[in-house]
């Protein structure tokens, strides 16, 4: 997208975005957990909560009632995110969180996801990690693909998988309306091109990339053929309970590969671990889990090959 190349990426803070279709496969956990490694290792992290419908990451933090949201940016009782962020109580990590009550943010315009994330680019901070919503609405996309590091999370049900590869096909093509909105006739082939049935015969991104070379025009189809390699959604197999168990992430890159054109990455896995369970039905803070548990060590890996 045109507009994430304005944010500034050369003093602002490295922004990761953490999705993946439905709710419950463990999004939140995850960014939690990838904070509190980021932080342990020294770097400057803000957590922000941009599930705006089901705000919750104050609460795997052990924070009960957050004093500020970003609910006080949009209703501008504060003109910067960085006035939002609060203490977790961890060093290096702090918390933007959600404004769950708030119904209006739930369909923000672009224009103001644009400046939320500009926002975000304005932080001083090391790293931000937007913990997403569910589903793949064009809030939770815009975001998604605003980031640097778009991590998606899935579990190995075949379910999961496909709900996972879901998301990352909607979000080329959002990708893809978003680069044409300015270019109607290129828009036109590519709405055509996204109705599963449509009788142009395309089903995938290589065919509707041929479609362009012929409605359109051979710039057209090289410009999203760049933009869409750059998107490259990284995987993570949260629950698994055995090594086999793995291999969900490798089914999303070959279908991906070969439907879409896109080349994701494999960052790891994470075990089922009944500690996560617990901690977050006795609400209790999950930085405070035991150092030997199952699921940390795999956000550590994790954290540790990206750093
Ligand atoms: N690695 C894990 N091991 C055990 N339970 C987990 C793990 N990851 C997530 N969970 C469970 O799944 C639930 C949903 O996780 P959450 O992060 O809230 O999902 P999402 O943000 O994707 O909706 C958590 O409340 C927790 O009980
Ligand atoms: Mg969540």
Known sequence: MKEANNLNQKTGPTIWAVGGGKGGVGKSVIST???????QMGKRTVL?????????????LGIKSPPKTVNDFITKKYDRLEDICIET???NLRLLSGASEILSLANLQFAQ?????????????DIAILDLGS???????DFFLMAHRKIVVLTPQPISIQNAYAFVRNAVYRKLSRLSSQ??????????????KNEMNVRTVKDLLNAVKENNSEEDMDLLSREITEIRPALVTNMIKSPRDKEAGRIIQLVSEKYLMI??????SIMRDNQVDNMISGMAPLTTIDRSSEAIAGVYNIVADLI
């Open 183 to 196: 270019k109607p006739a290129l828009l036109a082939t590519i709405k055509t091109a996204m109705d599963p």
């Open 89 to 91: 109580g961890i060093e």
């Open 33 to 39: 957990l990838l904070g509190f490694w980021l932080s």
């Open 135 to 141: 589903g793949t609405s064009y809030n939770v996309l």
């Open 48 to 60: 922000i909560d941009v599930d705006f419908g089901g705000a919750n990451l104050h609460t795997m």
């Open 263 to 268: 080349h994701p990455t494999i960052l790891g």
């Open 113 to 125: 996801k644009i400046k939320i994330m500009q926002n975000i680019s304005q932080l001083d901070t």
